[in-house]
């Protein structure tokens, strides 16, 4: 089975901290999204990454940067993390296959709340 | 063009009836249509999915119903349980759009 794991399910930080989302997938997937959830507004995509290195805005990037130093690992920060920045966070990875994506597959997700 | 538009947002069905929920698309380059089951504190799940070459996909008590010409889908859940109490997300790719497109997901609540 694919897994994509997160560091944490929980995490509490205060305003102005800078904090790190860690997420590993075992299945040698090119693609590494990060999503934030919030209730009524579905799933919200943050930064994506086709490959290492590799980052690209997605549709709500304002207060976040990404890492990808590895095939299997992205990383999201929050520079300075503020309270508009509590939700549900959950990363996904996929593959190319046919000329297309295939194989969404999200970890279980970080609840960060900041205070 | 690039949304894909879900309904309704929240659903309440007795345990043994019919829940449906109702995805709309405009992009037609779109070819891939998966259904998401998100429980709470999990991630979403790959539930059942469809291309646009069939009008039909039955996996079991759930089916994707697809009207290419409409541009719609919907997910049918027979005799709901309790059990399938959860979010879920209906969802688009293809085309020159590479990443997964989500609707706004619906939570059903199936009462016993």
């Known amino acids: 089975d694919v897994k994509v794991t997160q560091s944490s399910r929980y995490l509490v930080k205060r305003t102005g901290e800078k904090v790190f989302l860690e997420c590993v997938q075992d299945?040698?997937?090119?693609?590494m999204f990060w999503y934030r959830q919030d209730p009524g507004l579905g799933l919200r995509l943050i930064y994506f990454s086709y490959d290492v290195k590799m980052k690209e805005k997605g549709d709500i990037p304002e207060g976040y940067s990404v890492s990808r130093e590895k095939k299997e690992r992205f990383s999201l920060i929050l520079e300075s993390a503020s309270t508009n920045q509590t939700s549900m966070y959950l990363c996904a990875s996929s593959l190319w296959h046919n000329g297309g994506q295939f194989g969404y597959t999200f970890g279980s997700g970080t609840r960060l709340t900041v205070v | 063009q690039q949304q894909v538009k879900q309904s309704p947002q929240s659903l309440i069905v007795q345990k043994g009836g019919i829940s449906i929920i109702n995805c709309a698309y405009e992009n037609t380059a779109f070819d891939y249509f998966p259904w998401y089951q998100q429980f709470p504190g999990k991630g979403p799940a790959l539930l059942i999915a469809?291309?646009?070459?069939?009008s039909e996909k039955k996996e079991g008590r759930f089916t994707i119903s697809f009207n290419k010409s409409a541009k719609q889908f919907s997910l049918h859940i027979m005799d709901s349980q309790p059990g399938d109490s959860a979010t879920y997300f209906c969802a688009a790719l293809g085309g020159s759009q590479g990443n997964l497109i989500f609707g706004k997901g619906t939570k059903l609540s199936v009462k016993p």
């Open positions: 299945m040698d997937h090119e693609n």
């Open positions: 469809i291309r646009p070459d069939v």
